[in-house]
Each structure stands twice: as C-alpha cells, then as structure tokens.
C-alpha cells in the first residue's frame, strides 16, 4: 500500500451566522455541497478555536493555527510573515510593513493604499527610498501600496497603529523607544516620494516583529510537504513552516480564481510524493467583507464542485488518506469583517467511518472547541 496522504482544505472565512436572504440559514447551510455532505457524514465533526483568546481575528493567526503552531507562542506579527512571503533573510532583523500611504495636509490619513499604485512604480519608489533613507534599515519592494523595511533588532519596541484603521482620520504616529526612528523615516520619504508624482506622498511602518521561530514541518512530523495559496500572508507562513509553495497562474483570490487549477496542483504535488498538501482559497472570505451573499454561496459550491469532487476520487487513486478541513476564521456577511468565533471542521479518514455529523455552525454548535493549533498532530495521527 502507498504512503498515506493528508490533505488540508481551508476555505477562507467560510464560517457565517444565519442570513435573511438565505432563509436564516448560514452560506454553509445553504449552499449545494453534495462532497462535502457525504464526506462529513462518514467522518468526525467538530469545533475548533483558530484564534486564541485575545489576539485578533486574522487570517496570519488563524492560518497559523491551521498550519499546527500555536500563535499565542510562534506569532510575533504581519510583517514578518509577509517577509518570508518574500523569501527575506529575517535572522537579526525586524521586520516592519512599510505602507505608501496618502496624508493629507492636516496629517488626515487619506488612503492607507495611496491611490493603489502599480508595482513597477512602487518598486522605483522603494529602490529610491532604500538608497536615501537606507542603511541602519533596508527597503523591499513588494505589491503595489505593501512593502517591507527591515530594521535592527532593538528596534522592535513600538506602538504602530495599522493606516487602515485611520482612514479618514488624524494619523497617529508611533509611540515607544523605537518610535524616533520610525517617525524620522516617515517624515524624511515625504522628500522622496514627491519626486514620484503618485498619489502616495509618503510611507507608514507597522505591523513589525522579529522572524517567528517556527520549526518546519518536516522536522516535527517527518513529511514532506506543500501549499497551493492566492495569499502572501499564507505563502509567508508556508514558507516558514518549509513548504513547498506552489503558484498556479489564474489563482487570484477573487470569485473567478482558478479552483481546478489549485486542485490539480496538490493531486500533483502528493502524486509527485509530498506527504500533506493544505489548500487555501480565498472566495468565501472577499465575499464575506463584500457582504455579498450570492457569492459566499457559490465559493462554497465551488470548492465542492471544482476541488473535493475531483479531490477526493484522486487520493483514493493514491491510497488511503485523511482530510481536515476548516476555515481560518468567521468572516459573517452581517459584520462584513473576521470574529474571533470558534468554527466547524470535518476530519475524514478513507480507512474508517467516523460518526458522521453535519459540517455547519449549528451541527457543531455546543461542542466544546478544540485548539485548532492541536488538529494537525491529530490529522497526522502523531
Ligand atoms: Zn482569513
């Protein structure tokens, strides 16, 4: 018999409150789901807590969780996962998100994403900005209006509000040891980025942390394995976990990504002897902030019609396996952005019937929640 294959599926934000439109039942109730149906009712549900208490509902934490790392103890913030995303060398270095942001003349945030420019732009704007301002710390181009500048170590200590939470709003510099030097970088770009002629007129630091200690993988659990993913935060924690991340052209984390083409990259990559493979797509979640109902549905009807219908006869092909599938977080329609809420997630094992259950909100509903950090040993069965 073949090695057993394990397989993670993460539908980004999938987990929902009952909605109106759908007749007060969630997207994941409503949605046509005939793989996912019969996968649950021969497997084990349950409800498992991606966000430890007290940290904020994002898809870095919750992923991370997924990932099997406990992000009350491995994260230690965005940007860094963002660097690794970018294949930076973090050792001695902390990593900030350097935003090209548009103030206003009154200090008003007036667009955390400074008019959206385009990467080639962006990148001059970045190599000017690393050759001036450059030395103590190191500018690196990323997308569009989301860059990296990585700093000296001490320089980790600092209050940085993210700009998206000013919009529209007096900008609230940097407080802490650390927040001279920010603020002086911040104020010295104004000079470089005028010379641009963009909307951005100068860049905003946040979200920084030292390179998270995260042991790979394949030393904890002696596998190989790999991530198909739209996302640089997930890419990021991929390639800190030591993944092998695979890019599929088309993948674009929107409702027309490239579902098949994300499918047939992990039955590639366990058929090419990877061990695990974790699938993450984004839809459900941009329909979630898009409150866009129609949308959450048909994400969810997609990943059953054009990943697990095709999926699931594929590893069966490579013997015995076992899925786990859950999202990172809640993005609920209502609220139109994460909670911190625990969520449904279905364990399947081809060699077993599990006591079956339904896969949705209420079909786990008071059922104490596991740590979802936890579900990754209990997948692998270590
Ligand atoms: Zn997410």
Known sequence: MDAMKYVVCVPDGCSDEPVDELGGRTPLEAADLPVLRSLAARGTVGRAATIPAGMPPGSDVGNMAIFGYDPARYHTGRAPIEAAAMRLDLTGRVAYRCNLVTVGPDGTMVDFAGGHPDSDAAAEVIRALDAELGGDVSFHPGVKYRHIMLAPPDWTDADCVPPHDLTGKPSVLPTGAAAPHLVELMERSRAVLGRFGLDANQIWLWGQ??????????????????????????????????????????????????????????????????????????????????????????????????????LIPALDDMGDWRLLLLPDHATPLRLRTHTPDPVPYLLVDSRVDGPGGTYSEAGVAGLEPVAAHDLMAVLLER
Do not use: C, Q
């Open 209 to 310: 942390g030292p390179g998270p200690a995260m042991p790979a993988l394949a030393d904890r659990f002696g596998l190989r394995g790999g991530l198909v993913t739209e996302v640089d935060l997930v890419r990021g924690l991929g390639v800190l976990a030591g993944l092998d991340v695979v890019e599929v052209p088309g993948a674009n984390a929107w409702f027309d990504t490239n579902y098949e083409g994300m499918r047939d990259a992990a039955i590639a990559g366990l058929r090419d002897g990877a061990d695990l493979w974790i699938v993450h797509i984004e839809a459900s979640d941009e329909a979630g902030h898009a409150g866009d109902v129609a949308e959450k549905v048909r994400a969810l009807e997609n990943w059953d019609a054009r990943v697990l219908a095709d």
